[in-house]
């Protein structure tokens, strides 16, 4: 149903794109020891403008939205480093984790968001 559809498109978006971060940062701890390994992480910049490509979002004037028209995808970007490492890999544990940690904090929250949400749909469906 279209109602759907437009009602949780936008969790729908943050859920896929947070997976995607922690997929990328369980993907950075685990080659933690790996030589050479170059840290990466989302670009937030491309994440928005393809999320606000995607939900319609337009510009009443030319000045509000710039470059609107870029259909720029979500892009990895590498991560640098605080300190150096002898074997060039950019991994920081703690960095990681701490990332991990957060990412897993927001992802929940998008859920239970997105639970609130189809609990005040199913509400109104059974007139409470």
């Known amino acids: 149903m279209k109602l759907f559809d437009s009602a949780f498109a936008v969790s729908e ?3 896929s794109m947070r997976g995607q971060r922690m997929e990328i940062l369980s993907r950075n701890i685990a080659n933690a020891d790996t030589p ?3 840290a990466q992480d989302l ?3 491309s994440v928005l403008k393809s999320t606000q490509m995607s939900t319609g979002l337009k510009a009443t004037h030319s000045g509000h939205i710039k470059d609107f ?3 720029s995808k979500a892009n990895l970007v590498y991560t640098t480093p605080l300190n ?3 074997d060039g890999n950019t991994v920081e544990m703690s960095v990681e984790q701490a990332k991990y940690g957060k990412a897993a904090a927001d992802y929940q929250a998008t ?3 997105l639970e609130g949400q189809m609990s005040g749909i199913r509400k109104a469906l059974r007139g409470d």
Do not use: E, G, I
Request: proline fraction near 0%.
């Open 43 to 45: 670009d937030f910049k």
């Open 13 to 15: 978006r943050t859920l």
């Open 69 to 71: 028209n870029n259909t």
């Open 84 to 86: 150096a490492s002898a």
């Open 111 to 113: 859920l239970r968001f």
């Open 36 to 38: 050479n390994y170059k």
